[in-house]
């Protein structure tokens, strides 16, 4: 054995020797294998942790920039907004991490989360633990630089995700209503990220429309499981709720529609006529998604969804361009 180990080497000693030997031009034009190996992993690793952050989420934090584009304010504010909507991002992707660290059990048994860093086993738990300790650490960072209460919104939405990711999910109802919370909690830091108050019916469109995408994403899951499961993995769902999840998003798809009708009413003093076409675009947009939902054909990812899907984004578009001129 030990003379194995010796031959073994002189004989690495000899291949060093050897490429270093080479013609410097002939070295940079012809790298080692090994060397190109290394840096395959090292970008496979890499891009196995920007997929785990979700980075696509941070578009979620937009919605920090609504409370200053209702009062034109954003060029006053562009660097407080730009700092919260990098805490926010850094918020959101520490709690995917932990989500994903807490349900990976549960998404090995999904066709479709099974191929999630963590559920492959692809990222260790350490890992995990270190990332997600930095990102928090720099959200904190920025938040500090921002009001006091810009600090509160974040720290409640740090508590309440982790709260969602040990508790609530696994609660009727109660995980759709958290997952509202914490897309308001995105316009209260906006608001109070440039000091400013929103009215109450911009929450009541916020909170509606928020609670119907939280319902549309159940039920996705469940239509799109149907056959596979009884329950969902790790949720408080079975199919015997489809048709009560059905009722429900129907109607809150409905009541988001009539609030945003209210909140055009009581800013129509500052606002052109044709912002009342945005109705229809969101009506329209939203039986589409439910129907899509219904079938389980809807992505439950929706932010995806919408970044990918051609009528969404021409949706989106032509209601910002209405926006613009109203």
Request: glycine letters at 4%; proline letters at 3%.
């Amino acid at each position: 054995m030990a003379t194995f180990r010796s031959a073994y080497r002189s004989a690495l000693f000899i291949q060093l020797l050897a490429s270093y030997r080479r013609n410097p031009v002939e070295r940079e034009m012809s790298p080692e294998p090994q060397s190109q190996a290394e840096v395959a992993l090292a970008s496979h690793k890499l891009w196995i942790v920007l997929h785990a952050l979700r980075l696509h989420h941070w578009l979620k934090n937009c919605l920090l920039l609504v409370p200053a584009i209702i009062t034109h304010a954003v060029s006053l504010n562009l660097s407080n907004l730009s700092i919260g909507f990098v805490a926010y991002g850094c918020a959101s992707s520490a709690n995917y991490l932990m989500n994903d660290l807490l349900d990976k059990e549960h998404d090995r048994q999904d066709s479709i989360k099974r191929e999630r860093a963590q559920a492959a086993e692809y990222l260790s738990p350490r890992t995990v633990i270190g990332l997600t300790i930095a990102l928090v650490s720099a959200a904190m960072v920025c938040a500090s630089l921002l009001p006091a209460d810009f600090q509160l919104t974040l720290v409640a939405y740090l508590l309440i995700c982790l709260a969602y990711s040990l508790l609530l999910k696994r609660v009727k109802l109660i995980d759709i209503l958290t997952l509202t919370i914490l897309f308001d909690l995105r316009l209260a830091a906006g608001a109070a990220a440039i000091k400013i108050s929103l009215p109450n019916t911009l929450w009541l469109v916020g909170s509606c429309f928020f609670f119907t995408m939280a319902l549309f994403k159940r039920l996705t899951q469940l239509s799109a499981s149907k056959g596979l499961f009884e329950r969902l993995p790790g949720r408080p769902y079975g199919h015997a709720d489809l048709s009560t999840l059905l009722v429900l998003a129907g109607t809150s798809g409905v009541a988001s529609v009539l609030v945003s009708a209210i909140f055009l009413t009581d800013v129509s003093t500052r606002a052109s006529g044709v912002l009342w076409f945005v109705l229809l675009l969101q009506a329209t947009w939203l039986a589409r998604c439910y129907f899509a939902a219904a079938r389980g054909t809807l992505n439950e990812d929706l932010v995806l969804f919408i970044i990918t899907d051609v009528p969404s984004c021409s949706i989106v578009l032509a209601a910002l361009t209405l926006m613009a001129i109203g």
